[in-house]
């Protein structure tokens, strides 16, 4: 036993996609969900949330409550399933059919990774991007100053400034997860090539994992349903990993039938 488990998260609609079950839809002749499940062969225990086909036999199921309640209800569900000696926990989503051992492997190495590197610093008029595997920390950015004398309303500059809107995005994501000074990395997640975080691309500690989980459903009335995935990252450390292996982005997730045309040729 080595006290790492995976939930693999298989709800949701598919809206975009037509409401077709999408983690059965196939990527290189499988099912994207037992891509997922083949890149966690390792943990000792594999659990998808929501409705599945036929899954290893090892494979345990079950269901969010309300079930649609999204994925962070899923989170809880597959978390309840989870043996006591469990430590840490891949949580990912089941339409990441590029996702593989390697990958997974490196989000592990880097939740337990001392942070000895220090981030580089960004070219002139840049957003700060922590170095790979760093944890982040908001506290440290300075806010752009407005022109001198003229008042600063980052909603105009949004509406003209495609650029500014997705900077503006991408700064709120990292504030949500603010990291305190020498507190113990919770997370370790993949980030796309614009800094965006994949939170369910992601390997926690779990005992982290439970209090966030907490700390939401606190905010919420006691309930889960519905409730952001980003949600949980509020006042927990996270370590960021740009992916730097050979091969395809294995954070790169399938929303549209575009997406699955394109992981197809991928995975050639």
Known sequence: MTGYAAVVLAGGAARRMGGVDKPARPVGGRPMLHRVLAAVADADQRIVVGPSGPLPDEVRTTREEPPGGGPVAATAAGLALLDPATTTVALLAADLPLLTAAAVTELRRALDAPA???????????????????????????????PAGQPHDPAAEREHDPAAEREHDLAAERKSALTPAGSTVALACYVDADGRRQQLCAVWRLPALRAALDRLAATRGGTLDGAPVRGLLTGVAV??????????????????DEDVRRAEEWSR
């Open 116 to 146: 000895t590197e220090q981030p580089h610093a960004p070219a002139a008029g840049q957003p700060h991007a922590p170095a790979a595997g760093q944890p982040h920390d908001p506290a440290t950015e300075q806010p752009h100053a407005p």
């Open 239 to 256: 370590r960021e990993v740009s992916w730097s292996g050979s091969g395809p982005p294995p954070w790169f997730d399938c929303d549209t």
